[in-house]
């Protein structure tokens, strides 16, 4: 039996972003008058999560991720919409909601840095009341799934990265939440490092039935853990889909990058579209998607038109899916 | 309340814990606060020396005077450092943080940020400054007076900490509030240090009605000492603080709350 | 010497780019004057003169003093940031000696101060405090002069606690006691007049009073021609001291940082 846990409808978030004036004239006319421009960061965006499943949130950097993450947390006001995440309504019931949430944010940690991670431990056990055997039980398994036992009483300074972040974790998980958000929990970590953080999140996904937000810009952190990928660019839902379908709708798919002995005039191919790359006007890039038209006949028509200087074919790969989405080359439905 | 204590302690000691790990350092830094607070003092002092009293204040009777202001600071900075440094805890999302965790905004603020260390530096100086002054000034200590001290101090306390507590809600509009702290409240803290009456009469109204830091040391320390210069402020004036202290707060608190769906965050 | 010239005039010009925090700037250390206007004028409670001082002479001194330590007003911490972010390697590297190339950045800043904020507060307290003007016009070039040999007095004291950052964990207790010391002792806090006589005779033997209470002297016309020369010479005297003290303060550090690898 599943449930929505988190419903999320035309949810919207403008800022205004303050318009520096410059001089000294401008100094004071700023102080008076300031001058705003206003930014849509969430565009009536919708979905809903159910409960225990594993939802990775990507978009490009300003895309509006971290904003719903934020509205989705309790931390912001949404202008308009509604958001309602298990039972409660985050902005308007924070302290009774978030005893139900944990957040790991891969840039903050939440354990003091002159402290070991069992003393900040302590601390939190007495934000969030938890009860002492339930604490001692949480304890105890976090430290054995992360691995945590050689460094649990050591002050956080001497930690490496990798360390410090399944601290972090530990420290976000304490209290039994019933839903966790990371927000790039593997970022400067080395390879082996990130490998276990994810197969540790992926495993408490299971075992636990908890309901996991994972907002990253490592694609590899999605392949290892989420079914489900929802994107954000421009403060509007691109894709919102099992990853599965992204991949395979995308088996199909190919891009040519060509470069031109010339300016290319009037190129036009059929079933492709053809878009500009590396600020090089002599270089293409022309998707198309092997279902319409084979690789053969558009290469025909290709060279057939123009001169062509250098070419390749590029595999799908699933970072280029993604940018390709963002960039436009690619429409989802 | 046994909840809230048990918080506080545990605040406390990680917060000790943590700072301690640099013992030599957090020493000094003690030590320098102690002595940056007593430099003031210590001039006074000196200048008294050579003229014996100004407006008829001599030293012990401002020696008085100072401690309230140390006294009040001392305890000031147990429970609002956190808001003294608001605009930090926004800009290193810390304030995300306290937003993420089940209890009172205000709750975590007050009872996590304090700075024992300089508590310490400010407030050992106000008891210092407080014992050497109290039997000299000629106070005649009984209940009363004692209820009306301690009352005192904790307006004092709840003036400034409405002060930032307004200060940390602007914070939520512009979050760089540094200089209208500087100009406001630790300018008006020099002047305020003295008696009130060596000023002119626009900065005596900023320091009753604006900043209002007379209700902080001279009224109170007029309570007790009813120096001549009294005679230029209504006699009332001496019993207000609770009323000046808990009005100014709840009004602050009240535009922290309106002002709180204004929070930006970081990194937008 | 051109190009530690040229380092002064960079920073002055980058401070113009900050031309509102001068305002502000301004009105605080014209606040500043104030408290210590109104607690003077309290204290003289209305008499001309205290110990053959007059109230205009304190008034004075307190201004003079204020625009110097305004014009000090720069970041203490500054090399204890270099030496934690570890880009004090690369100062080191560049063809200039760093002592010298800083004391010139804060001197640009330190005029800039000079010119833009306390140029101002002087000429608002004038129109409400009693202010005297310079002794002769010959004055104000010698007065300028003791000016800045008290700001690199200030300036090398503060490079010297600042260089056991390479030891400590914070220079930030050290420099704040520091600050307090040189306040008093060098009469920010209290004019030297008014010092009782055992201080007054400990602080002669001290590098503090060649900060302020020269240029105050010099600019009140106390000192006359053969004084003024004295004066100069025990200013250049401790800067002299303060400097190989610095140097060798900064040099052991620096060994410190080579050993240690930072």
Known sequence: ?333 | MKDILSLFFAYAKSGLKSRFQYRLDAIVATLAVFLREAGGIIAMYLALLKFDTINDWNIDELLFLFSLIFITYGIFIVFFMALRDFPDWIRHGDFDRVMLRPRGLLTQLVLCGADWLAALGHGTLGIVLFVISANRVGIQWNFAMAVYYVVAVISGVLIQGAVFLFFSAISFYVVETGRLKGIFYWNMRKFAIYPLSIYNKIIQSILIFVMPFAFVNYFPAQFFLRKPDMAAYPEWMMYISPVVGVTLYLLAYSFWLFSLRFYKSTGN | MTRYLSFAAIKFRSKMAYRFDYVLGTLHTLLLFVVYWSIYKALYGGASEVDGVTFSMVTTSFIISLGLSSAFEKNEMFLQDKIKQGTIANELLKPVNFKLRILFEDMGEGSFNVVFNFLPTAVIASFFAELQAPCSVLHIPLCLVSVILGYIVLWEISFIVQSWSFTLFSVWGLITIKNVIINILAGAYIPMWFMPDWLRNAIRWTPFDSIYFTPVQIYLGELDGSEIAFHFARQIFWIAVLWAVGEYFWRSGIKKLVVQGG
């Open chain 1, 1 to 333: 039996m599943t449930e929505k846990i988190i419903e999320v409808n035309s949810l919207c978030k403008t800022f205004k972003i303050h318009k520096r004036a410059t001089g000294f004239k401008g100094a004071v006319k700023d102080i008076f008058h300031p001058a705003y421009e206003r930014k849509k960061a969430v565009d009536n965006v919708t979905f809903s999560i159910n409960e225990g499943e594993m939802v990775g949130f990507i978009g490009p950097n300003g895309a509006g991720k971290s904003t719903t993450v934020k509205m989705l947390s309790g931390i912001l006001y949404p202008d308009s919409g509604d958001i309602k995440v298990a039972g409660y309504i985050p902005y308007k019931q924070r302290k009774e909601y978030v005893a139900n949430i944990g957040v790991v944010f891969g840039q903050k940690s939440q354990i003091s840095w002159d402290l070991s991670p069992l003393d900040s431990y302590e601390v939190i056990r007495h934000i969030y009341r938890i009860p002492p055997k339930k604490y001692k039980e949480n304890l105890e398994r976090y430290t054995e799934l992360l691995d945590m036992g050689s460094f649990i009483n050591q002050p956080v300074r001497q930690l490496s990265l990798g360390q410090r972040m399944r601290a972090d974790i530990a420290a976000a998980l304490l209290h039994s939440p019933r839903i966790v958000f990371f927000d790039e929990p593997t970022i400067g970590i080395d390879v082996v490092g990130k490998d276990k953080i994810r197969k540790f999140i992926k495993t408490l996904n299971q075992t636990d039935n908890i309901t996991m937000i994972f907002t990253t810009h490592d694609m590899q952190d999605i392949e290892k853990t989420c079914e489900r990928l929802i994107i954000i660019d421009d403060g509007k839902k691109l894709y919102d889909g099992s990853l599965e379908n992204v991949k395979k709708g995308y088996r199909s798919s190919r891009i040519i990058e060509a470069e031109f002995e010339s300016l290319p005039v009037s190129l036009t191919l059929p079933h492709a579209v053809i878009s500009n790359a590396d600020n090089n006007e002599l270089k293409k890039l022309i998707s198309f998607n092997t279902d319409e038209v084979s690789v053969n006949e558009l290469m025909t028509a290709l060279m057939n038109t123009h001169n062509i200087k250098d070419l390749s074919i590029r595999e799908p790969e699933i970072d280029a899916i993604i940018r390709d989405i963002y960039e436009g080359r690619i429409v989802m439905n």
